[in-house]
């Protein structure tokens, strides 16, 4: 796709010199441009770059009422004065596109998307941040756009990617996060939308995040919706158990977000000669493992969470204290070398990393 088939309409009032880059919190201000397209009669409208600002929607949107909603995050990192790269945009893209079929959205091209991504970087270069542990978060999203009652599949679409620079995204920083499970609730159900990235996922785990965060911990870690005894994701991000020296991952048995850092945790993991098993862990496994000090290191990953160490998990009344009060040396490890390609640090063996010249 070329620039003369995108729409390019600049701000004259850029808002950059507002934002203090030394406060950088998660996803509270957004850069001075937005990529837009829009669905109608069966196909994809001519793509724009606009200045970022309101849009419109009528009180009757299908989004608003039935969910019919999707959204990827993704991130750009500042390498050099030349070059920012985004951290594996095709694999988002592919999850991107998988999340629409489960809810019956019209598929985009990476063309576009690539193409809309070049554009936007470049135009707002000034706003991918350049300390240690900030980035450019990227939120690629399209909703039904009808304005109609009826609980149906929608018409029309609407296609955004808004960008805002971040710092971490949680309050602990890369300090270890508290856990608790969810006592009652659960997030997802195979056969359900726990695998796409769609809005209605994240709207049901609020009240019990909230209640997890009145008493003490940062986040829900989700158990699977049938025993109520296999471990599944955090909401926020995956999950990686260190149990003597094998990587333990929740399988992907389609009720878990097949998260792209966890992914890049999992190919690491492998090259580095651990033994790595993607399979179904229960809760009762991680407890026996701890009591029998086995239980090494416990941690996050997801692309605003980046890599997160785990310090304490709560169940049914037991806990799990690792006491670290820094991340354990596996968890550093895969700390430093995500971070390290995504800043262009170490050298990009894999191909995870979109250059953008600008
Ligand atoms: C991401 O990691 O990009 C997400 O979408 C998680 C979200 C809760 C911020």
Redesign the pocket.
């Known amino acids: 796709m070329t620039n003369t088939d995108m729409q390019i309409n600049l701000t004259d009032n850029s808002r950059i010199h507002e934002v203090d880059f030394n406060d950088l919190q998660?996803?509270k201000i957004f850069s001075d441009h937005m990529f837009e397209c829009h669905y109608e009669d069966g196909a994809w409208n001519k793509p724009e770059i606009n200045p970022y600002g309101p849009i419109e929607v009528t009180p009757a949107m299908n989004a608003l009422h039935y969910a019919q909603t999707v959204?990827?995050?993704?991130k750009a990192f500042y390498k050099d004065e030349n070059t920012i790269n985004i951290f594996r945009p095709e694999v988002h893209h592919q999850r991107f596109n998988n999340s629409c079929r489960r809810v019956c959205i019209p598929e985009t091209s990476y063309e576009m998307f690539i193409s809309a991504l070049d554009n936007l970087i470049r135009l707002d270069h000034q706003w991918v941040p350049k300390k240690p542990g900030t980035a450019l978060?990227i939120r690629p999203f399209i909703f039904a756009s009808d304005d109609l009652l009826a609980a149906r599949v929608s018409d029309k679409y609407s296609y955004y990617i808004i960008t805002s620079p971040v710092g971490a995204?949680y309050k602990e920083g890369f300090k270890p996060v508290k856990l608790t499970t969810p006592n009652g609730y659960v997030r997802a159900v195979n056969g359900g939308t726990g695998e796409a990235?769609t809005g209605g996922n994240?709207a049901a785990s609020f009240l019990p995040a909230r209640k997890a965060q009145q008493n003490g911990y940062t986040q829900v870690l989700w158990l699977d919706a049938i025993e109520n005894k296999y471990i599944e994701e955090v909401?926020?991000?995956n999950i990686h158990f260190l149990i003597g020296d094998t990587l333990v991952t929740p399988a992907l048995t389609g009720s878990i977000l097949p998260?792209v850092t966890r992914r890049s945790v999992i190919q690491l993991a492998r090259e580095w000669g651990l033994n790595v098993e993607e399979r179904r862990i229960s809760i009762d496994e991680v407890f026996d493992a701890y009591d029998d000090g086995d239980l090494k290191e416990v941690f996050g990953s997801?692309?605003?969470?980046v890599v997160s160490p785990v310090g304490l998990i709560e169940h049914n009344g037991r806990t799990i204290r690792l006491d670290q009060d820094e991340p354990g040396e596996f968890t550093q490890r895969c700390y430093d070398e995500i971070t390290g390609i995504q800043y262009g640090r170490i050298e990009d063996t894999h191909n995870w990393v979109h250059e953008v010249k600008i």
């Not at 997801?302 to 969470?305: F, I, L, Q, S």
Request: aromatic share 28%; net charge neutral; hydrophobic share 35%.
């Open positions: 998660f996803g959204f990827e995050g993704m978060y995204y990235k994240y909401g926020t991000m998260g997801g692309t605003a969470a």
